[in-house]
Structures are given as C-alpha cells and as structure tokens.
C-alpha cells in the first residue's frame, strides 16, 4: 500500500445507473491501489458491482463521481477476459488469439508467430486451425486467456472467467493461471464468485459489500510465490477461506 | 511492445484517467438533449424534404402537373375529405385489409403452431408450403378471380394468402426454437396437450409471431393497394391508378398519402397489440427484422 507510483489508484469512485430520480447506486464509495505487478482478487455478492468496477479499469463505462488513474505509457493499457469467453465463433483459434494483435495492427507475420507461441504456451498448438465451436468450455477459455495475454497488457482484466465451468476444471485451470501470472507478474485485477479461487490466486483479496459495493475487507493469502495448487490443501487456507465465508455470507444473503 | 507508439514520450510512463463524463455529470440534461435531438432530427428530415419539394414546385424545377406541391396535396386531400369523396375508398380497402389479415392470421398461426409442434405434420406439408411461398402472391391473383368472380372474394383472398405465409412462418420457426427445457418441464408435470399450449407454446411463440405479424400488416396493405389497381371498381389503389388515367395527379397523391398512412397505421397498431400482449418480451422496434 505505501507504494508510491501504484499502477491503480481509485478515489472516491462511484457509479450509478439509470437517471434521477431513479437511480440505482451500483458501486462505490470506493478507494483501492494496485501496486505493480500484484494480482488482486476482488469477491462479492452477485450484483455487487465488481464487474462494474472492472467496467471502468477497462474504460468500457465512465465512473459517476471519483476518478480511476491507471500509471501507463499505452493509450490502451488492458486487456480484458470475459466470463463467457467473448472469442468469435468465426475465426479460428489462431486468428482468435491474434484478433488484440490485428486491431493493434501488428505485421501478420510477427502477429501469427506471437499467437503461436501464446497457443503453445496454453497447450492449444494442435487446435491452431480449429473453429472456437469445435473445442470444450475449458480450451474456448484457454483461448480467450491466450487472446488477453497476446497484446502484452499492462492491465490484466479478468470478469469471473471461470464461472461457466465445471469444478474439475475450474481447479486445472486455476493452477495453470498460477503458473502463467507468477511468471509474467502482470498487474491484475480478478473477479470473482469463489473465495477458493480469489485465495489461491491472490496476493491480496478484497471483499465487496451488497450493492452499491464498497470494499468491507482486505487479507493477504500468507502463503509465499511462487505457490502452487497445493496451498489449498493447507490448514491456513481452510481459516482464510471460512474467516472471508462469515464477513461475505452476511453481504450475499438478503437481509 | 506495440507497434503503435505513444503519441509523446514513448519511454516515459504517463497516468490514464478515467472520469466522469458529460453523461454521468449531468445525467438529465444530457439525456434531455439527445431525446430532443433525436426528436427534431425524425421531425426535422421529413419537413427539410417537404420543403424542398414545395419550393421545387413553386419555382418550377420540376412540372407541377406531374408533382404537384404538397399544399396543393394537402389541400385537395382536405377538400375531397371534407366533401366526403376520400371515405369511400378509403373504407373499402380497410375492409379488405382487416378480413383478409383476420383470416389470413388465423390460418398461418394454427398452421404454424401445428406444423412446429408435430413433426409428422412438418414433413407432410413444408415442402409444399415452401414452394407456394416464393410464388409473387400477385400471381395468384387470376386465380382468385377465377374462383370468386369479380368482388370482395378476390381482394380478401389475396390479403389472406399474403399474410398467412407471412404468420404461418415466423410461428413455425417460433415454435421450433422453443427450447426443449420449456416442453420437458410441462410433460413432467403431465401437462395436457391443451396446457401445455395455454401455458408454455402460446406465451413462448407469441413475441416472434407478433414480430411475423407486424411485418405482414404492412405487406397486407402493399398488396390490397396492387390488387385494387387490377381489379376493383373502389378502394385506394384503385382511386391512385384511376385518377393518373385521367390525369389527376394531385388526386393521385392523396391517395398515395393514404395508403401510406393506412400502412403506418395499422402496423404501428399491431405493435402496441404486441406490446400490450408481451409484457415480458423485449421491444419490437425495428422494420426489417423477419
């Protein structure tokens, strides 16, 4: 928190929907810092209004009152990963993880090489060629991280991307985005619904309030990078996650 | 990294902002302005070409015997209205639109919802139906009068035929693409054929047939218009082609008016009975989505 250049940094950030006098206050008050390289993981109740701050890193939606200041040299800082993939069911696999590169207009060549080695990374090199229709949840997803992690963000965004998908692979996917993130340290920005997920992806978990969000909690997951799948297995891990279940059951459940 | 470089600076970090904007700090005033605009722009296009076209008149760039202005439309139209010469046609091709769509709606909808809910019944009579669609249903026309001799019969038969393709498949396609989910929970709870359509097939199906039945009201009136210009002694679109045989174009445009207003009209009705029928659905706007 004492970092002086924070990568992010959200004052008195709010947003609200629809118009006066019927407003709904999604989010906010709101004040957090992202420090370079930190991967923060952001866990509320359903319509509390994460993905609406997410919204707002991304510059998809204007805060109501506040501002978000992100520190970068790049017009066009994040990327984003969608809960429900958002890949194009009409490129193929490689043209998928090449779409951040083609808009940024970077030379086929060097952009087909880039979305190679992106689709190798994440164990996609066979399903190149493939249409998006042909592969399981859990490779689409692999292709959207691939698409996000293409353009080199410096702000990675990432909406509950594994909330469409079965729990087996949930787990997988969890520790191959472990794995991927502590050898990038990309600043990061997670949403999510599963408190397992936000501790063991973590360096720092934030808890959201019922609507409009505010941020209730803040903890540190105490287990050292680089980690790996097995904290969950950890007693630690067990306390944290039923100490966040108490603070985050009496926001989730109707008053 | 990027191969577009930063406008200034490329090496030295700077701070993205992202603030309120225009929308979230005043957020009724800007809403205010974009509705009033939006509002001027749909009056404003109209007037602007309206007035072109009376000034073109009036100067004499174009021949007002064949384009007469629209004062003189408008006028001629107040006229043979006030004189009570409009109603007659007018009323005569309401008739035939309402009858004909009445049965042609009729018939589409119960055909639709049986040929989407059995597929026996699909198989027997979609490739037949398919075959009659793309026939210019103007083409049936002689076949009409064949049938019902000269009259009303022709007229609304053509009417029917036209909006019955039109509703007969926009309910198919809607009943086909109720999801399985909806029938299944129906059947499980030993829904009678009966309820499961009071309950799951006519509420799930009724937004998009509405959709086919907008579409249609308008298409029912494109066709009355073309059929009366055939064969009827009345109506709009036989006062439109009469009154150009005798060289009465402002008359002509009267009628013109009318039918475009009729058109509007009856399909703007259709929606509101849309809207009125479909709470749950999401708004039918648009013209052009069949």
């Known amino acids: ?255 | 990294m990027t191969t577009i470089a930063p406008k200034k600076e490329p090496e030295r970090e700077s701070v993205l902002v992202r603030r309120p904007g225009p929308e979230e700090l005043h957020p009724s005033r800007t809403h205010r302005r974009r509705r009033a605009l939006q509002l001027a722009l749909a009056v404003a296009v109209p007037l602007v070409l309206l007035l072109w076209w009376q000034l073109a008149a009036a100067q004499g760039w174009i021949d007002d015997r064949v384009y007469p202005a629209p004062s003189t439309i408008l006028s001629d139209g107040w006229d043979r209205a006030a004189a009570g010469d409009l109603w007659p046609d007018v009323w005569a091709t309401l008739k035939r639109v309402l009858a004909g769509y009445a049965l042609g709606t009729a018939a589409g909808y119960l055909l639709g919802l049986l040929m989407g809910s059995l597929s026996l019944v699909r198989a027997a009579l979609e490739p037949l139906l398919d075959a009659l669609y793309v026939v210019p249903k103007l083409a049936l026309l002689p076949i009409f009068l064949n049938m019902f001799g000269l009259g009303e019969g022709p007229q609304i038969a053509l009417v029917a035929t036209t909006v019955f393709f039109f509703v007969w498949i926009s309910t198919m396609s809607a009943v086909i693409a109720i999801p399985s989910g909806h029938r299944d929970a129906g059947r499980v709870f030993g829904a009678s054929p009966w309820q499961m359509f009071r309950h799951v097939l006519l509420p799930a199906s009724l937004p998009s047939v509405l959709v086919g039945a907008r579409i249609a009201a308008g298409v029912a009136v494109l066709v009355i218009v073309a059929s009366e210009q055939i064969a009827a002694t009345n109506g709009l679109g036989h006062l439109i082609f009469d009154s150009r045989a005798l060289f009465q174009n402002d008359v002509m445009f009267v009628g013109i008016v009318c039918v475009a207003v009729l058109g509007v009209l009856f399909s703007e009705l259709i929606r509101l009975l849309g809207r009125l029928l479909t709470p749950w659905a999401p708004r039918d706007r648009g013209r052009g989505q069949s």
């Open chain 1, 1 to 255: 928190m004492g970092d002086p250049h924070p990568k992010l940094h959200a004052t008195d950030l709010t947003r609200g929907f629809g118009r006066p006098p019927h407003v709904v206050d999604a989010l906010g008050p709101l004040e957090l810092t992202v420090a370079p390289g930190e991967f923060v993981c952001v866990v509320g109740p359903s319509g509390c209004g994460k993905s609406t701050l997410l919204r707002i890193a991304a510059g998809l939606l204007r805060p109501s009152t506040g501002q978000l200041r992100i520190r970068t040299s790049s017009p066009r800082p994040a990327a984003m990963i969608f809960q429900d993939y958002g890949i194009y069911d009409w490129k193929s696999v490689r043209a998928n993880v090449r779409f951040g590169l083609d808009v940024q207009r970077v030379p086929r060549r060097e952009a087909n090489a880039r979305a190679d080695a992106w689709l190798d990374r994440l164990g996609l090199a066979d399903f190149a060629d493939a249409y998006p229709a042909a592969l399981s949840g859990g490779m689409r997803q692999r292709v959207a991280i691939a698409r996000g992690l293409a353009v080199e963000p410096e702000l990675l965004l990432m909406d509950e991307p594994f909330a469409a998908l079965d729990a087996q692979l949930r787990t997988i996917l969890q520790d191959e985005l472990l794995a991927l993130t502590q050898s990038l340290r990309t600043t990061t920005l997670f949403i999510t619904h599963s408190l397992e997920e936000a501790i063991v992806l973590g360096d720092r978990v934030l808890v959201m309030s019922a609507r409009p969000g505010r941020i209730i909690a803040e903890h540190h997951p105490p287990f050292p990078r680089p980690r790996t799948g097995e904290v969950r297995t950890d007693p630690e891990f067990t306390a944290l996650k039923s100490e966040l279940w108490d603070l985050l059951r009496k926001e989730a459940a109707p008053a």
